[in-house]
Structures are given as structure tokens and as C-alpha cells.
């Protein structure tokens, strides 16, 4: 396959902030069409992206474009039918995260690409930031990670995610549960959490210790209603540290003994486009190349099962 043939669902603010500008800059990619609710934002998408088929009805633009792969890029409680209806017409499928309101959803989902042999994305960037790649390319050569934190923190105590359709750890805190699984690199063994409502009607802070069958320790910290948006991460193995805030703004501190060295995020991306230095261009391109190479991605909606299955065990194991 030289060219994957891409129809597009959801021309919201992911799709224009992020994902279409990533794929209109791939040559191997043919956007074949657009679809949204909403007449305005089709047109203005269309528009900006080039793409000369509109349609408001999804399973009418699958029919006329016939694609090889699929966005469905809209809020979680929206996604289901569509990407049912997708996987079941055999198309390869990119979402956002929280790849659909429960694990449930999710695991449907999984269990009809795998019978389809669809390829799944979920859009779990903080993996394809190219400062965190870097870092952990680096603590991993010195051996396995034995110990590794995930940190979000912000100031929004009473945070509703879309008229409250989904929580707070499902919707958004989720980065620091996959990310926490990325670094660690194995199955959950066991799990223990403390989950708080501070200051609001629904709960906003999240934070466990997970122990890993391959041994590592890992810890996630998350916290809506304290000062701001803290979002950090540490990776340790034998003899090695590292410090690493993400942000388009910030830097990884990496310790060896005596020694420390910085690389900031822009420096790792090589640019200060934010959807490139933050992990949105990469994962589109991932997506992509899988297709192409009959590869299923690292975020497969298979692996994405188990992201929401350690937030399942994160409210079932709770200490309070
Ligand atoms: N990875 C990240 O860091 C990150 C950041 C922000 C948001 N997100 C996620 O991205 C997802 C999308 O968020 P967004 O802010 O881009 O959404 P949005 O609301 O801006 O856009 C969704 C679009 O989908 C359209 N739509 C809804 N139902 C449709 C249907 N049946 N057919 C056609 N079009 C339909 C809407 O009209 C809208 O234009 C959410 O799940 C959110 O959690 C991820």
C-alpha cells in the first residue's frame, strides 16, 4: 500500500488543533472526506484541509469513499456507535482518548478489531512526546526502569467532563495511568489507591501505587484542586534519574551520579509547534507506518484495555 486512503469524522478542536495538520503533512495520506454535524465547521475544515468531500452523515461517506482507515475524533460518550460501525465495515481506526466512557466499551470495541482484523489507535500521546522517547531511550539503556511516577496536577476542583458523562480519571487524569504503564513496561500485578474529593461534589484526585509483575514500582500522583497544571514524570533504573516535564515550556533533568544533563522539549522535537513537540504528530505518523507495515499499534485499542483496566483496579483497591 502506497497511499492510505483516510476519511475523517469530527471537525472539533482536536482534529483541526492537532491530528488533520499532522496527516495533511504526509504524503503517503489522501484525506477522501469530512464529516461533521455541524454545516459551518465541515466547511471551514474542508476548507483549511483541502479535502473536497463533505458529508453529515458518517456511514454515508464510508459508503461513498470507501476508505482504508478512519478518525473518529469526538468526546468519549459520542464514539462507540461509530467506531462499531467502522470496525465492522473492516476500516482501521484512530480515536481520541478516553477511548469510550467504560472499560466495557472498550473491550467491545477491542474484540470486534481483533475479529475484523482492524488496525486501532488511541491517541495516548504523552508516549510519542519526543522529549519522553528520548528520556526513556536513555534511563533504558542503563536497564530495565525499577521505579517510575506520573504526576498531573491543575487547578479546576470542580471539573465537569462533558456535563459530568464520564469522570475525572477515565476522561482526563487517564494520561498519567497509561503513561505510568508505557514506562513501567508490563502488566499490573497489584494495586492500592487513595482517591479524594477536595473542595468539590465529585472526586478529583487520584493517586495509587501500582506494583508491576516485572517488578517495578510505579505512582501516580494526580490532583485538580490544587494550584496548576504540574504534569511531570520520573524514570528510574540502575545508576539513573530522570526529571521530565513535557510541556512546551519545560525540560528533562537527567541524573547519572555526579553527572546531569538537560535537554528541553523543544530541543528533543526539534520544533515549537506544540503538535509536534507534544507527541500528536508522532502519533499520527504511527498510525500510519502500522497500516502500511500490518503492524497494530503500540495504543491498540487491545492495549488501551488495559489502561482502563488499572483505572478500574485504581477504584476498586482504594485505602479510604
Ligand atoms: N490527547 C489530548 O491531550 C487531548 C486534549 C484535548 C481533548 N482530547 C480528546 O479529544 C476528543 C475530542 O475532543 P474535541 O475537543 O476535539 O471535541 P470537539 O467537541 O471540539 O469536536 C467534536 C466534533 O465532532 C462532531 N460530531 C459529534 N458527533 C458527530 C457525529 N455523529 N457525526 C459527525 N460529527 C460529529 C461535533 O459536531 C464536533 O465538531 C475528546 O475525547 C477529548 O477527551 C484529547
Not at 139 to 165: D, M, R, W
Request: hydrophobic share 40%; glycine share 8%.
Amino acid at each position: 500500500m502506497e497511499k492510505v486512503n483516510v476519511a475523517l469524522i469530527g471537525a472539533g478542536g482536536m482534529a483541526n488543533g492537532v491530528h488533520y495538520p499532522s496527516l495533511a503533512e504526509f504524503d503517503d495520506v489522501n484525506l477522501v472526506g469530512l464529516c461533521d454535524l455541524i454545516p459551518e465547521k465541515l466547511k471551514a475544515t474542508a476548507e483549511r484541509f483541502e479535502i473536497e468531500n463533505t458529508f453529515t452523515d458518517y456511514k454515508r461517506m464510508i459508503e461513498k469513499t470507501n476508505p482504508d482507515a478512519i478518525y473518529v475524533l469526538m468526546p468519549p460518550h459520542h464514539l462507540f456507535d461509530l467506531v462499531i460501525h467502522s470496525l465492522s465495515q473492516g476500516l482501521h481506526v484512530f480515536i481520541e482518548k478516553p477511548p469510550g466512557v467504560t472499560l466495557h466499551q472498550i473491550k467491545s470495541m477491542a474484540l470486534l478489531a481483533e475479529k475484523k482484523g482492524c488496525k486501532t489507535m488511541v491517541g495516548f500521546n504523552r508516549r510519542f512526546i519526543p522529549l519522553m522517547k528520548q528520556v526513556k531511550e536513555m534511563v533504558e539503556e542503563k536497564g530495565q526502569i525499577i521505579q517510575c511516577v506520573s504526576t498531573f496536577h491543575k487547578n479546576s476542583p470542580a471539573a465537569l467532563y462533558y456535563n459530568g458523562a464520564i469522570d475525572v480519571l477515565s476522561c482526563d487524569a487517564i494520561h498519567t495511568v497509561d503513561a505510568l504503564r508505557w514506562m513501567a513496561g508490563g502488566d499490573v500485578k497489584v494495586v492500592s489507591s487513595d482517591i479524594n474529593s477536595y473542595y468539590s461534589e465529585r472526586e478529583n484526585s487520584f493517586n495509587a501505587l501500582v506494583k508491576f509483575e516485572n517488578g517495578c514500582t510505579g505512582i501516580i500522583m494526580t490532583n485538580w484542586a490544587v494550584g496548576g497544571r504540574i504534569h511531570i514524570f520520573e524514570m528510574h533504573a540502575k545508576g539513573i534519574s530522570a526529571l521530565i516535564n513535557p510541556d512546551l515550556d519545560g525540560s528533562a533533568v537527567i541524573f547519572e551520579g555526579s553527572s546531569r544533563k538537560e535537554i528541553t522539549t523543544v530541543e528533543a522535537a526539534g520544533t515549537d509547534a506544540n503538535y509536534k513537540a507534544y507527541g500528536f504528530f508522532g502519533e499520527n505518523r504511527h498510525f500510519i507506518d502500522c497500516i502500511k507495515s500490518d503492524k497494530q499499534p503500540d495504543t491498540c485499542f487491545a492495549d488501551a484495555v488495559k489502561t482502563m483496566e488499572l483505572v478500574r483496579l485504581m477504584y476498586a483497591n482504594r485505602i479510604d
